[in-house]
């Protein structure tokens, strides 16, 4: 079965500075999608970024981008520019195609420090 | 359409009754899935339906807890008997193809 590691329970940025978010996954499929969601203090999870196994080119939203190792089945997400509005958990997710279930890691509170 | 949709909000049970809780997908979205999710934790996958077929169900959805999406369209999550441990945050998503877009949750409170 697939699983997803998240070893930061928790990680605080000063704003305005880079804070990254790590993501390990188990899997022995070659084709899958990787995801980061947030949850802000009000519970809707927000997709934040999605990256393609068969692309080797890291995604990248805006201030937010991944670091995609698919070797090493790791799934980094970089936040730039930190914003107190980043503050939120942020999970790490795994799906295969076709609408199989999303697999989600046991998050990271992140703190935005003012 | 706004998104995904839940009702009610917010439940409050006692032990041994019955609840059910409504999720309203994205009208063009084929794909609905129920997760739970407690306090300080990532969501665990409950089950998932693609159009009316129910394709997946995990080993937490336990006899108690059964869903239905009648015509492809709303679903429905009941749990039956409900006990303290399944005071939790029930989530229903849809997706279309890659990602998975989330309603605001059911959070149920069993006293």
């Known amino acids: 079965a697939q699983t997803v590691t998240q070893s930061q329970p928790e990680m605080s940025v000063q704003e305005a500075e880079t804070v990254t978010l790590s993501c390990t996954y188990d899997?022995?499929?070659?084709?899958?999608?990787l995801f980061w969601y947030k949850q802000p203090p009000s519970r809707q999870m927000i997709l934040v970024i999605r990256q393609e196994a068969y692309k080797q080119q890291n995604a990248t939203e805006n201030r937010f981008s991944v670091n995609f190792q698919k070797a090493a089945k790791s799934f980094s997400l970089k936040i730039s520019d930190s914003q107190l509005g980043d503050a939120a958990m942020y999970f790490c997710?795994?799906?295969?195609?076709?609408?199989?279930?999303?697999?989600f890691g046991p998050g990271t509170r992140l703190s935005v420090l003012p | 359409d706004t998104g995904v949709s839940q009702d009610p909000r917010h439940k409050i049970t006692k032990r041994g009754q019955n609840v059910t809780f409504r999720c309203d997908p994205i009208s063009e979205h084929n794909r609905l899935y129920w997760y739970r999710q407690t306090l300080g934790q990532g969501p665990e996958f409950l089950t998932y339906f693609q159009n009316e077929a129910q394709l997946e169900k995990s080993r937490l959805l336990s006899d108690r807890f059964s869903a239905e999406r009648p015509k492809g369209s709303f679903s429905t999550l009941e749990i039956q008997r409900t006990e303290q441990g399944d005071s939790a945050m029930y989530l229903c998503?849809?997706?279309?193809?890659?990602?998975?877009?989330f309603g605001q949750g059911t959070r149920l409170t069993v006293v």
């Open positions: 899997t022995s499929e070659s084709d899958y999608y």
């Open positions: 997710a795994y799906r295969q195609p076709y609408g199989q279930n999303f697999v």
């Open positions: 998503a849809s997706s279309l193809r890659y990602e998975a877009f």
